[in-house]
Every structure is written in C-alpha cells, then in structure tokens.
C-alpha cells in the first residue's frame, strides 16, 4: 500500500504514526540511518499536533519526482495555528514545554519542509525525504 | 507491559525493550526513582539498544532519570544507543550532555565500578 492514513488523536498515536512511516519507509528501501531520521522526525510532528491541537492526522505516503522517490508526510491539525511562522522555526522557541526542538528539529530532519497554517483554523506540515 | 528493572548487587539494570509512549517513559521513570530508594542503589544502567527511535521527549526523559537518581545518590549510565539512533539525535539537535553513556552494557557495569572505586578512594 502506497499510501497510510493515521489519526493523531492521542499521545499513543505518535507512536503509531511513526512506527507506520517507518514501515512504508522500509519498504522504499530507505537505509537504517534514515529509517531512525523519519521515524524521529514524524514523532517530533506528531506529537506537536497533539499538543497544541485536540485532534489532527497524518497521510504517509510515496512520492515520486522523476528518477527520484521519497516519502512524504502530511500532517493536519484543526488546532489554535501559528500565529509566527518563522518565529516556530527558530531553535529554542517552544510553547509546549519541551525543547524547541520539535519543528526545527524536524526541518533539520527532512529533505523538504513547509509549514502552511491560519491562525485559529489549524496547521497543515508537509515534510519529504528523497532515498540517496 | 512496564520496562523490566532487574536488581544487579548495588545496581539497577533496566531494558527498554520496545519502544514506549510518553505515558510509559513516564511511569518507568518514576519506577525507577522509586527503586533507587527501594533497594538502595549506587547506580543505575539504562539499556537502549533495542530502541528505534529517541526523540526529545525520550531524551529529555533520560535526561531527567539521570538527574533525579544523581539527586538520590545513584549514578545513571545510558548503554547501547545504536548507530542510526545516534545519527537521528545528533541531526535533530539532542545531546544527553552530563549524563554517562556507554557502547554496552558491559561497559556500563565497568564505568559504574569505576565510579565506586573513585568514591572509595576520594570519598
């Protein structure tokens, strides 16, 4: 299967989300290394969602860009948003309590970072990792 | 089913043995602070080499085991971080700086003697 569907409603989802990716990822024929990046960095934005926002999904799935293919991860959320953007990116900077790693970290993590949200409708992450 | 805590002599060895929710690394620390008063012990090893993943929030519970067993006279040595969890930490910007880590649990057991050997010559 192509592509996954999976629900972060609770804390316990994190740790399926990230299992799943790094399924879907191992069946791509990611290499270990990167199989432990993107099962971090789904775990890092997956547990933001939690969080900060009562109930959110991610979708996993393959993406192909010519010779190339990756995963990509799409996370939503119907939470508060993020008002700075920019600011959320920023080492350091958190409001859940934890390190400010989470989105920075994860960007770090990745091939490909956007992050597209509306203050008071939700925040919509979409991360890629291409195979080397 | 909770992290297995084995009393080793003056030690603690726990295995995490699968990978656990934020609820689970929770309730295994304060397992194991409680264990430390329990049986009195002088350090405590943390195996994890069968983890996939440590993210900040497993980190950052390490870090706080560490931190609580050293304030409760016991000192924590994490075994066994494998390669590619190593690589992820270092690329997300984690350290478990201050806090004993070595290759295997063997290693840990010699650098916990070490410690107690240092006590009882300086102590």
Redesign the interface.
Known sequence: MDEIRVPILAESDVLAARQEGRRLANDLGFTGSELAVIATAISEIARNVVQHASHGEMLLRVVRGGPQEGIVVVSSDEGPGIGDVAQALQDGYSTGGGLGLGLPGARRLMDEFEVVSRPGHGTTITMKKWKS | MGVPILKQGDHLVASIQS?????ELLEFQDRLSEQVGEFRSRGVIIDVSAV??????A??TLRTIAFVCKLRGAETVIVGI????A???V????DLEGIATELDLERGLAHLQTVADGARTYG
């Open positions: 990978a656990l929710s934020d609820a996939d993943v440590l993210d900040s929030f980190t950052r494998q390669p590619d969890v690589f992820a930490m690329q997300l910007g984690l």
